[in-house]
């Protein structure tokens, strides 16, 4: 899938990507999309942000390995029963070494130096969400996954995060496997009310 440039389109068409081609994704592309994510907005501007590029196959497979333990540890009994068979399929082969598989994982960090530790998630998730747009704009794939953070003390010792800084979620990026079909929402109409809650948008 090529570019798109309408923000409308890109929204729509956002979602992820659990498999990958082995095309290399080159330094200018990830910092285009670095530099997106750093225009999110933050908690009194603090930007306490902090993004570790993964490539070394060595790193990259530890990661993996971290993701498949917490899902054969624990996460795939969670979700079965509460995922459908589609998306549980999509997530075992994304914990399955999926994600690992491509070429650029992004350990995506909260500084607890930068601010209320209380507004950390908050002011780091808008800027995750702005990578997956500029992504999703470039063609590239790319998911938000928190699976290895059940083993967050590991994952930080992978990339050598100092203690002040915490791993908050991992992106992978790469070239789609195949064409992702279109993101499945609910519409505006389920999720908005007009005034007062239960009044009917
Ligand atoms: C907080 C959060 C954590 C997530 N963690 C994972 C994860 O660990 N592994 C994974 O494969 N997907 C993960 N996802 C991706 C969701 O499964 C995905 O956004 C959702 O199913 C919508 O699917 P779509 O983007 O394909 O439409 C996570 C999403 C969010 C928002």
Partial sequence: MGRVEDVFEVVHRQR??????EDPVDDGIVEKVLDAATFAPSAE?????????????????????????AWEGGGRAHSEGRLSPALLADVETGAQGGVAGAPVLVVVCGDTRLGDRR??????????QNLLLAATALGLGSSLTTLPLVFGGDLASIVELPTDVLPMAVIPLGWPARPLSPPRRQPVTEKAHRETFGTPW
């Fill in 119 to 128: 507004v950390l998630a908050a002011s780091v998730f808008p800027a995750i």
């Fill in 16 to 21: 992820a990507c659990r498999r990958f081609s």
């Fill in 45 to 69: 501007n603090r930007q306490p942000w902090v993004f570790v590029v993964v490539r070394d196959d060595e790193r990259r497979s530890a990661i993996g390995a971290l993701t498949r333990q």
